[in-house]
Nanobody
Framework: QVQLVESGGGLVQPGGSLRLSCAAS????????MGWYRQTPGKQRELVAV???????NYADSVKGRFTISRDNAKNTVYLQMNSLKPEDTAVYYC?????????WGQGTQVTVSS
């Protein structure tokens, strides 16, 4: 089993910044990638950013240039630095770990961007 603890969500004004973190524990061996997805009511969950163990990254077009994903492999933690936030970034953000075995999802953390 893998446990994921997310933190860093909150309410910010447009143009503001937030930094999300997700720490994995338990069966952390065999993790191949860690990343972030987001979901709003009535919409499918979408990829925000992901980073493989080797450092390869993939970003949604809507966040390129504004969001940065990083990982501390020794701590089994993934971060998402979100800058220049827009109202359309409002969503529940979910941490995800990819493994050779089953994948795991975090509980989600709310990010609200509003003036």
């Amino acid at each position: 089993q893998v446990q994921l603890v997310e933190s860093g969500g909150g309410l910010v004004q447009p143009g503001g910044s937030l930094r999300l973190s997700c720490a994995a524990s338990g069966s952390v061996r065999s993790i191949t990638a860690m990343g972030w997805y987001r979901q709003t009511p009535g919409k499918q969950r979408e990829l925000v950013a992901v980073m493989s163990n080797g450092g390869s990254t993939n970003y949604a077009d809507s966040v390129k240039g504004r969001f940065t994903i990083s990982r501390d492999n020794a701590k089994n933690t993934v971060y998402l630095q979100m800058n220049s936030l827009k109202p359309e970034d409002t969503a529940v953000y979910y941490c995800k770990v990819n493994r050779l075995g089953p994948d795991y999802w975090g509980q989600g953390t709310q990010v609200t961007v509003s003036s």
